[in-house]
């Protein structure tokens, strides 16, 4: 058995679908039949400007062949994420050209990962398997400005359609998407394997912090800063309500870190500092030394159906979680995560109230931990990809 992964991003690249697509590919080896090759095609590492890692353009070892594509360099905006994925299409088409695959299976955000995948399965007749981890043209269309945004819709949204009917089943990270597959897709096969948390969160132990009743709390948020997340419109507001009892600390970089850092510097404030992307093991440092850890998506009705991956990191470390968050996130987290408080996206005073509400101190979350173990999720994704090529043999 032959079987191709399509990965925008992959290790050591810092993203959410870099770890998910890690550990999925760890578990392919190891419930894979004897004698399976996993091809994986991914690109070296290009999520973030100011975070750079080295990585070998390829790698063979024991079954797995990892191809690493080296992208122009860009920003993340539509432009520059258009070009590099023109010249990551053109690289794969090229390498896959005169290979037989049985499966593939492509992990997209931003569909054309997927509709990539969907083209190379059609032309190798293989089982197409889609792990879905964001509506594309749901969410374009509130992101954009209403001319732009009408366009892009015009056009992908065709294009979402010859994908997605073209899957032999279609994984879906959160049950937020739920609705709009069954209205659009009615009778595709779903699968709901989730985002999880990666072992080197499941080994932290919480530390009693000293009680901040007189100092200032420190509340980390980290991740992406972009249109999404919508720190620029919320982080001022909540930091100037919150001075004297807070101090924010922002690491990771993104589309609309400038607009933050411009609101900041006009507020006037002095207790936000942002950080760029660090390292799993400094980012694990930064968390110990957090009081409170920080989420936020932004107002746009497409994003109340998105569960963000950063919910699991934050809740397998025990820490206070505060999140701006609605729709399908918000009820995921006041269902499942002890001692967070959330709050409607962009509204400051209802986030200040939130903040008061938390309990400020550490405690184990064992129920969660146990649910979401990313190993555990992947073995049973890998699990039903095999089965599901094999079903159709």
């Given amino acids: 058995m032959r079987i191709l992964v399509l990965s925008f991003y992959y290790r050591p690249d810092l993203s959410a679908g870099s770890f998910r697509t890690t550990a999925f590919v760890t578990a392919l080896r190891e419930r894979s039949p004897p004698g399976t090759q996993i ?11 100011t975070f750079t890692q080295q990585a070998a353009e390829i790698e063979i070892d024991a079954g797995v062949e990892i191809h690493r594509i080296k992208l122009p360099p860009h920003r993340s905006d539509m432009a520059g994420q258009s070009r590099a994925f023109l010249k990551f299409s053109w690289s794969v088409l090229r390498l896959v050209r005169d290979r037989h695959y049985d499966i593939v299976f492509a992990t997209s955000s931003r569909l054309m990962t997927a509709c990539l995948g ?15 981890r964001d509506l594309f043209v749901d969410t374009i269309g509130d992101v954009l400005p209403k001319p732009l945004a ?13 994908t997605f009917r073209r899957a032999d089943r279609i994984n879906l990270v959160s049950r937020g998407f739920e609705q709009y597959f069954h209205s659009r897709y009615a009778g595709t096969s779903l699968a709901w394997f989730t985002n999880g948390i990666d072992d080197e969160f499941l080994a932290q132990k919480p530390v009693q912090p000293a009680s901040k009743t007189n100092e200032e709390a420190i509340i980390l ?15 001022p507001g909540l930091a100037r309500a919150l001075r004297g009892s ?60 998105v569960l963000p991956s950063k919910i699991f990191e934050y809740a397998a470390l025990g820490k206070p979680v505060l ?3 609605a729709g399908y996130a918000a009820k995921f987290i006041t269902e499942e995560v002890d001692n967070a408080a959330v709050f409607p996206p962009c509204n400051v005073s209802a986030g200040v109230r939130a903040f008061r509400a938390l309990d400020i101190r550490e405690s184990l979350r064992p129920a969660f931990v146990a649910k979401y173990s990313r190993a555990n999720i992947a073995r049973s994704m890998a699990d039903d990809v095999i089965a599901l090529a094999r079903a159709r043999d």
């Fill in 150 to 162: 009408w366009l892009a819709r015009r056009f992908f949204s065709p294009v979402e359609r010859w």
């Fill in 39 to 49: 091809d994986v095609i991914t690109t070296l590492p290009n999520r973030y400007r």
């Fill in 118 to 132: 969907a083209c190379i399965a059609r032309r190798k007749r293989a089982v197409l398997y889609l792990d879905i």
């Fill in 221 to 235: 948020y980290a991740g992406n800063i972009g249109e999404g997340q919508g720190l620029h419109d919320v982080l």
């Fill in 246 to 305: 807070a101090r924010f600390v922002v690491v990771g970089d993104g589309a609309r870190r400038a607009a933050l850092e411009s609101a900041l510097k006009r507020a006037g404030l002095d207790n936000v500092m942002i950080e760029p992307p660090m390292t799993r093991g400094a980012l694990l440092e930064a968390y110990r030394r957090a009081d409170v850890l920080f989420l936020h998506l932004g107002s746009h009705r497409a994003l109340e159906r």
């Fill in 323 to 325: 999140a701006g968050a």
